[in-house]
C-alpha cells in the first residue's frame, strides 16, 4: 500500500507540472495583441521547461542540490498559480493547495532525493 502512496504522490507531482506548463501557456495567451500573446503562450512555457529540464529532473546534468531545488520548484509552482489568476481565483487557489499538500508528501514517504 505504501508503495501505491509513493507511486501516486509522483504522479500527481507530475500532473502538476504538466499544468503549471499548461499555466504558463495560457497567461501567455492573455498578454497583449497581435503576435505578442501567441509568442508568449509558445516561449513561457518552453522557458520553464528548459529550466526544470536543467536544475530539477531526476536526471538533470545540473540538477540543484534539494535546499536549492525545493525553493526553485516552489518558485515555479508559485509563478504558475499567479499565472492561474488569469483564469480563475478558484482554479488558482486548487492549484496552490494542491502543489502544497504534494510538497508535503515527499518528507513523509521519504522521497526527497538528492
Keep these: 500500500m505504501l508503495i501505491t502512496l509513493k507511486a501516486g504522490n ?6 502538476l507540472e504538466i499544468a503549471a506548463v499548461t499555466a504558463f ?4 495567451g492573455t498578454v497583449g495583441s497581435g503576435i505578442v500573446p501567441v509568442l508568449l503562450a509558445i516561449a513561457t512555457p518552453l522557458i520553464i521547461i528548459g529550466l526544470w529540464a536543467t536544475f530539477a529532473a531526476p536526471r ?3 540538477r540543484l542540490r534539494l535546499r536549492w531545488r525545493a525553493p526553485f520548484e516552489l518558485g515555479a509552482f508559485g509563478l ?9 481565483t478558484a482554479v488558482a487557489i486548487v492549484f496552490a493547495s494542491a502543489v ?5 508528501s515527499p518528507t513523509a514517504f521519504g522521497q526527497w532525493a538528492d
Design 10 to 15: 509522483l504522479a500527481i507531482k507530475f500532473s
Design 60 to 62: 538533470a546534468t545540473r
Design 80 to 88: 504558475a498559480a499567479l499565472a492561474l489568476l488569469t483564469a480563475s
Design 25 to 28: 501557456a495560457y497567461w501567455g
Design 100 to 104: 502544497t499538500l504534494n510538497s508535503v
